[in-house]
């Protein structure tokens, strides 16, 4: 079961610019994973291992950058998932207009 939200507006023509500015959204969404998903690449092809393998198995003193490098990454990764649960929540909206 969702969730319902009601924006009540004077006109219709009110609720375009609202649906462009969700759609403007989600660019911004996509623009962001895929500048995300280059910067993970980047840390992968450094250390010849998945973001996926080096959170569960590496640390710190893994990489060369240490504290700051392993900080980075991991924080990469949490962006990534944090945009995409984001863009999946709005794909899934629905809008109904009268």
């Known amino acids: 079961m969702g969730i319902e939200m ?14 462009q ?3 403007s959204y989600k660019i911004r969404l996509r ?4 500048r995300t998903r280059r910067r ?10 998945d973001t ?3 959170l569960r198995e590496m640390t710190a003193e893994d ?3 240490g504290d700051l490098e392993y900080v980075e990454w991991a924080g990469e990764a949490k962006l990534l ?3 995409e649960a984001e ?3 709005l794909d899934h909206a629905r809008f109904q207009l009268p």
């Open 6 to 19: 009601v924006i009540e507006l004077r006109e219709k023509q009110g609720a375009e610019p609202i649906l």
């Open 21 to 23: 500015a969700v759609e």
């Open 31 to 34: 623009a962001g994973i895929e």
């Open 40 to 49: 993970l690449s980047q840390f992968e092809e450094r250390y010849g291992v």
């Open 52 to 54: 996926t393998h080096f």
């Open 63 to 65: 990489l060369g950058g």
């Open 81 to 83: 998932e944090g945009l």
């Open 87 to 89: 863009l999946r929540d």
